[in-house]
């Protein structure tokens, strides 16, 4: 069964530092690993989808990269805002047709101004 | 991508009753799931909508107590059945809009509490 970890569970960093967030996941045998934003009370936005075939995606100040075979994935946030603030959770699809995700248990953010 | 939209946005409910949330797509789509988060944890499967057949629900997770309907690819229902306080939760659906990429979208999610 695939499990999905998040290190840290929680940051506090000033505004503007760079920052990293990881992600880890149990069965290397993955379709997708997606990113997401979960503001306080509210559903997710969708960041980044990294597909397995892929190394890195970017968007904008995100990065993110994907280690297929050592199981891990690193969000970095380049300047980080106030704005960055909230909760971020990393997901995985299988690779045997079940679309469905496994989420890790997040990191919640604090950029403080 | 797709937009989503869940109704209701929130609902305070009574022990032993039943909510029905609905959930529309502003496309077709053909993989549709349901989601729970219970306070502070992150998301669990509940179950994936199937258009014109029967659900097919996570261990745990059992179509008395949550029934759902997918009557067509734009639209499903999940209700919470016979309610206690440890079903207070943010329920979401998601949908993948299909092609090889399989990116998950989300609608805003209901806040159920149940008192």
């Known amino acids: 069964k695939q499990e999905v970890t998040q290190i840290p569970a929680a940051l506090s960093v000033p505004e503007g530092e760079n920052l990293v967030l990881n992600c880890s996941f149990t069965?290397?045998?993955?379709?997708?690993l997606q990113w997401f934003r979960q503001d306080p009370g509210k559903g997710l936005t969708s960041l980044l989808l990294i597909q397995s075939s892929q190394r890195e995606q970017t968007s904008g100040r995100l990065n993110a990269s994907l280690d297929k075979s050592s199981g891990r994935s690193t969000l970095y946030i380049a300047a980080s805002q106030p704005g960055d603030s909230a909760t971020y959770l990393c997901a995985v699809t299988q690779d045997t047709g079940r679309r469905a995700l496994t989420f890790g248990s997040g990191t919640r953010l604090q950029v403080q101004p | 991508s797709a937009v989503i939209s869940q109704k209701p946005s929130r609902d305070i409910c009574q022990r032993g009753t039943s909510l029905t949330i609905q959930c529309q797509v502003d496309s077709q789509v053909t993989m549709m799931f349901w989601y729970r988060q219970q306070p502070g944890q992150s998301l669990t499967l509940i179950a994936t909508a199937n258009q014109g057949s029967e659900a097919t629900y996570e261990s745990g997770f059992v179509i008395d107590k949550f029934p759902i309907s997918r009557p067509n690819l734009t639209f499903s229902t999940l209700t919470v059945s016979n309610m206690s306080p440890e079903d207070s939760s943010i329920y979401l659906c998601?949908?993948?809009?299909?092609?090889?990429?399989?990116?998950?979208?989300f609608g805003p999610g209901t806040r159920l509490t149940v008192t």
């Open positions: 998601s949908v993948a809009p299909g092609g090889r990429r399989y990116e998950q979208y």
């Open positions: 069965d290397s045998a993955i379709y997708n």
